[in-house]
Every structure is written in C-alpha cells, then in structure tokens.
C-alpha cells in the first residue's frame, strides 16, 4: 500500500537527516523530508498507519481520532534546535493539513497569547488530553522543548479549532493555588542536568508535574 511504501521512504530520508554531517546537509535532507511527508499526509492512510519505522519523528494521535500530529526537531551545529510539526484532520476524501511553522522572530520565548499555526513557538508534542467545553471539545497538549544547551522546557497548551483553524493557547489554567488568574498556556524552564516529568495522572484526573527549585535565590 502507499503509506507501507511512504513509511519506508521517509524512514530513508530519516536515517540521513540523523546521521547528517553539517548544518548543509541536513538542511537539505530536512526539506525533502518536509516535501515528501506534506504531500503523503493528505491520503486517508496517513491517520491511521502505525509508521513504527520512524523512531525520531513523534506520531501521535488525539483519542478521539480527530486530529493526528507529526512533529520532530532538529539540532544544529551550534546546539540550537529548530521543530517541525504537521497537524493533520480527516476530511472526507482527503486529510487537511496544517503546517505549524516555527516562529523565532516575532514570538516571545514564553508567549501568553492565542497563537495561530503561522506563529508557534516550536515543541515536540508527546500528549494530546481531549476535554469537553460545552458543546466544543478543546485539547490539552504536553510538550517538550530542547530549549538551548543550557535549558530544557515541557510546557502545557491548549489546542482547538475555529473552523478550519487551529488556535493555540486558551485561558484554562489556573496559574497557583487560590489564583484567579487564569494561563493560557504554560511553561516549565529547567536545566540539562535536571530531568522533570509533566504527565497526565488519569486516577486523579489531572496532569502533576515535578516540583522545581531554583539552583539559586536568583533564578527564581
């Protein structure tokens, strides 16, 4: 079928981005990989295929099969890292295909704000939480960054969509215990050494996350 042979092809175009030898080089694997991987997504296929092949490109799937995310990074050679995320929704014949397109330049580290695809902070998305608003369903995301090669980031955020939109960043999170102050998303910075879990507990029903200190006074 297409999306066996796809698998198999982008899995080729994987392995060379990942053993890449310079900043060039993988530029130029990580394009064909964006153009190979766009134009396969649209095929029904795409929402339900396993891809187990690719081990460094994350996959998953809302619960409810209404959306499906393809998202990885890329480190450079100074240790920065750049993401790349295709959100796909079925839709009829042919899937709908967001393309989340990092933005460095515009964005603040930690926006507060209702983002759009056009604009997004850049993330490895590894949770997606359905939860129902009303009559609309919004969507929980955990999400992990290697921020610099100092810092680390998880970070919560809120997906949902408004049309064929997608907006990122909903005012659902209460900022501390007692607060009426409400986050539309949120963000947790730590260091390389350290390593923190975000999680969603489902006998709680909710998400717990390690509790972080500050190395010093400072940098509370």
């Not at 999680?199 to 500050?214: Q, R, S, T, W, Y």
Request: net charge neutral; proline share 5%; charged share 25%.
């Amino acid at each position: 079928t297409l999306s066996i042979k796809m698998e198999s092809e982008i899995n080729v175009i994987l392995t060379k981005l990942r053993n890449a030898e310079n900043d060039n080089i993988r530029l130029m694997h990580n394009l064909d990989l964006r153009d190979k991987l766009k134009a396969f997504l649209v095929h029904p296929g795409a929402m339900t295929y396993p891809f187990d092949l690719w081990t460094t490109m994350s996959t998953i799937k809302s619960p409810d099969g209404e959306f499906r995310i393809f998202n990885w990074n890329v480190e450079n050679d100074f240790g920065v890292h750049s993401h790349y995320c295709y959100l796909v929704k079925p839709n009829g014949r042919e899937n709908t295909v967001i393309e989340l397109k990092e933005d460095k330049i515009t964005l603040p580290p930690r926006p507060e704000q209702t983002l759009t695809a056009e604009h997004w902070y850049g993330a490895l998305y590894y949770n997606i939480i359905p939860v129902k608003k009303g009559n609309k369903t919004m969507y929980t995301i955990l999400g992990y960054s290697g921020n610099d090669r100092s810092t680390n980031r998880k970070l919560l955020d809120v997906f949902y969509f408004k049309g064929k939109s997608l907006r990122m960043g909903f005012p659902i999170f209460q900022e501390g215990p007692g607060s009426t102050r409400l986050l539309r998303r949120v963000f947790f910075e730590y260091s390389e050494k350290a390593i923190i879990s975000v999680k969603m507990n489902e006998n709680l029903g909710a998400i717990v996350f390690d509790h972080l200190i500050p190395e010093t006074p400072l940098l509370e």
